[in-house]
T-cell receptor, first 115, second 114 residues
Framework: AQSVAQPEDQVNVAEGNPLTVKCTYSVSGNPYLFWYVQYPNRGLQFLLKYITGDNLVKGSYGFEAEFNKSQTSFHLKKPSALVSDSALYFC?????????????FGSGTKLNVKP | NAGVTQTPKFQVLKTGQSMTLQCAQD?????MYWYRQDPGMGLRLIYYSASEGTTDKGEVPNGYNVSRLNKREFSLRLESAAPSQTSVYFC?????????????FGPGTRLLVL
């Protein structure tokens, strides 16, 4: 079965410090992995995705994510956090070979960036 | 492009009432989705439609029905609303490219069932 785990409900970081939001996954076959961000009272916005190729994926707003196949992880990172990065972040996965149209989302991690 | 639009933005229902949530996309995407978002549970798939004329159940379909009216529109119906259906509902569509897919989400419908 496909699933995604975001082990931290909340991450607190000071502005200017690096941030990491963790995600691990379970999927049959090769995974397609995604990160989305949700601001208050808004829908989800796409940040980045991993399909194949380099394990380090760069996305919007200076975010990047590292795919680690052996640890089945896809952690979201940013070298220097901004207060405006405060939001709810979701990791998602879909199996590459089947369940073609189904995406599985984690429970979300609330990122708080303090000035 | 308006992207993915949803109506209404907010609705209050009494237990047993029915309603239809509307979703439309103007990006010519084949696949569309309905999710519900509950605190601490992330997004759970209710139904999806891989293409016009087809619909399939997701993780939590009980109590819901869907209609893929045409390529643009995908509606979600609650026949007899229950308090457990209080949630935020998101519609999404899927862009497929050579380098993979990306889901685009609507702004959501906040539903309160009393």
């Amino acid at each position: 079965a496909q699933s995604v785990a975001q082990p931290e409900d909340q991450v607190n970081v000071a502005e200017g410090n690096p941030l990491t939001v963790k995600c691990t996954y379970s999927v049959s076959g090769n995974p397609y992995l995604f990160w989305y961000v949700q601001y208050p009272n808004r829908g989800l916005q796409f940040l980045l995705k991993y399909i194949t190729g380099d394990n380090l994926v760069k996305g919007s707003y200076g975010f990047e994510a590292e795919f680690n196949k052996s640890q089945t992880s896809f952690h979201l990172k940013k070298p220097s956090a901004l207060v405006s990065d405060s939001a709810l972040y979701f990791c998602a996965v879909r199996a590459a070979l089947y369940n073609f149209n189904k995406f599985y989302f984690g429970s979300g991690t609330k990122l708080n960036v303090k000035p | 492009n308006a992207g993915v639009t949803q109506t209404p933005k907010f609705q209050v229902l009494k237990t047993g009432q029915s309603m239809t949530l509307q979703c439309a996309q103007d990006m010519n995407h084949n696949s569309m989705y309905w999710y519900r978002q509950d605190p601490g549970m992330g997004l759970r798939l209710i139904y999806y439609s891989a293409s016009e004329g087809t619909t399939d159940k997701g993780e939590v379909p009980n109590g819901y029905n869907v209609s893929r009216l045409n390529k643009r529109e995908f509606s979600l119906r609650l026949e007899s609303a229950a308090p457990s259906q209080t949630s935020v509902y998101f519609c999404a569509s899927l862009r497929v490219q050579a380098m993979g897919e990306t889901q685009y989400f609507g702004p959501g419908t906040r539903l309160l069932v009393l």
